[in-house]
């Protein structure tokens, strides 16, 4: 495996952090955290890649044939479902803080702000 | 198998199981049923959770594979739950304060679908299935269902507090679970495996690896964010501060605290090979911990809102449960694994009597309940108790932990260690009984520091029976009261099968005590800043002048990143990380 998976994936990271960091709209930052997870889906697929190999499905192949790793694929499903959830869930949440508050500035919903002095 | 292994899937299946029928049920059930079943599913949990434990404990770790794929040849397909005596412990303890948080919240949520309970259920099934697997993928999936029901719980009132708190929760503990992922994808890199002893084994064969320490640095940050050490821990004082109280009473009693717990088990059984995590565990994570230990205290020290408050102590003493767990030896987890407990029961009256206070005095703001509690005195003395408990008394099961914690920090030759536990517990332990002798005495007329923290307004339903409240939380002052000493030799045994699930240990000595000095002496410390704050109008102006004017610069740079902002958390966040990478970088 060559080292540019594990390059796109710190870069996809890096730039999902720095998006999150300096947001104003919580829609666009529940967007960068996608960017952030969308890191992990490259990382693994990149950890269970083999060049040359097949799909992981034997239906036309006989056994033996050099395939990519099923397992990382697995877990990249379960963290797409996973992923889905938190996503639908901030949204769901944005929407109601919206309703209550008329903004998505994660500056003016702050809890607890402490501005004295 | 053994037919008690073949109860382990239980404790997790059997919440879960319950949680869906009372969904699909839920608009036929009676009133108060969701109730009685959710409090007797959590009592099952933990009863069984005590057996397995009990069982362990004689006769060595239980392991039941899930589907019957045991290991063949050395390979490990199967996904597996690994029941050692001090993981079915921990999560015995994790059922019972369930219960008892279910009993304070009954008659809580004006509901007919049980939403709550379910969500409750769900929790409880991801925080036994995360103690007591052995496989780092399912250790993510449990996280993370931990994670979404924790953030559901903390939004359940959709206020606009709750939600602001629940977003900057929700997206901290989101970057912490893709981390998780991420090192769970190194390790599976190096090792082909995710099973925790395959993982060990193959750590220990890679030696100094670059992919195995970034696997830890990451797995490691991820942990901590959810278990909310410096500096990772910003989200917590949002989110337990509008959390729900019967919610906060899980999240701070033992939610964050297994967090802890699972670190300590992946640096025993998966990255004990690596040099390069040990030395960051007994470098950089001692020290983050006496930060999180003096800065939660004094954080806690300047708050008014109680539950802000009791948030702000929880850092602190999660900083002591790291520097415990740090030192990586058997007595410093022995003393993690005790002070979990011990932390868990005292601050889970705690929240609860924080909740009693917003049901009875309609505020959760120190200054502005102050005199409302007079006549209630069964509250009072269990608060004054509970703050003498928090700030290091040498009574009970949290001070076992914390002279465990002294003990393995003696190990560690660093004076500055037992100073930071000292001073984090007694400033705890001091902020609750400032909090105590003004609400329920009416002292403190004139307010220091806390008078310029911020607050909020909030109550809860006023018309549940205090005698069911207080209940439970007596309960837990009563366990938090128990003599844990005899339990040395038991935990002593517990934490070397948790280093080694696979030895049943012949005789382990029992881990000796220090002295209560330490402990009187956070005593000492709490009462006597505790009665300055109360008195403060009796002493003389300039006496008071003087200590304010010191620690307002202090306050003042503690308070500014706690802003509220989730950017700014996210940046810390990148700050723990590169100050990870630096250290490794230094070794």
Redesign the interface.
Known sequence: MSAAPWLV?ALL?AAG?FG????RN?IH?VGC?SV??S??YV??LG?GYRWGAVAPVFYDHPPGTPAVDP??QA?VL??IV?GA??TA??LA??V??HD??GTLD??A??????R?? | MTPVASLAPLTVAGPLAVAAAMLALAHALPRYVPDVIAILTALGVAAICAVLARHALEHGALVYWFGGWRPLGGVVLGIGFGVDPASAAIASFIGLLFAASLVFAWGYFDEVHAHFHVLMLLFLAAMVGFCLTRDLFDLFVWFEVMSVAAFALTAYQLEAPSLAGALNFTVTNSLASFMMLGGVGLVYARAGVLDFQAHGQAVARAGHDPVIAGAFCLLAAALMIKGATAPFHFWLSDAHAVAPSPVSVIFSGAMVASALFVLAKLGLQVFAGSADARALMRGLFVGLGAVSAVAGGLMAWRQRHLKRMLAFSTIAHLGVMLMGLASLTATGVAGLVVYFVGHGLVKGALFMLAGVLLATGQSIDELRLRGRGRGQWATGLAMALAGILLGGAPWGVLDTGTDLVHAAAGGLARPWIAAAIVLGAGLTGAAVLRACGRIFLGLGPQAGEEAHSPTDEETERADRPLWLMLAPCLLLLALALLPAEAARGLVARAVAMLADPSAIPARVPALGRTSAALGWASTALSLSIAAFALWRERLPRLLTGVADRATRPLFGVLKTPHSGLVGDYVAWIGVGLAAFSIALALR
């Open positions: 994936a990271f952090v999150i960091v300096t947001s919580f930052l955290l952030c997870q890191s992990t990382l693994l950890v397992v990382v877990l379960t963290d996973v959830t938190v869930l901030l949440m944005a109601r803080v209550k508050t994660p500056q919903l702050a809890p607890f702000p402490d004295r002095r």
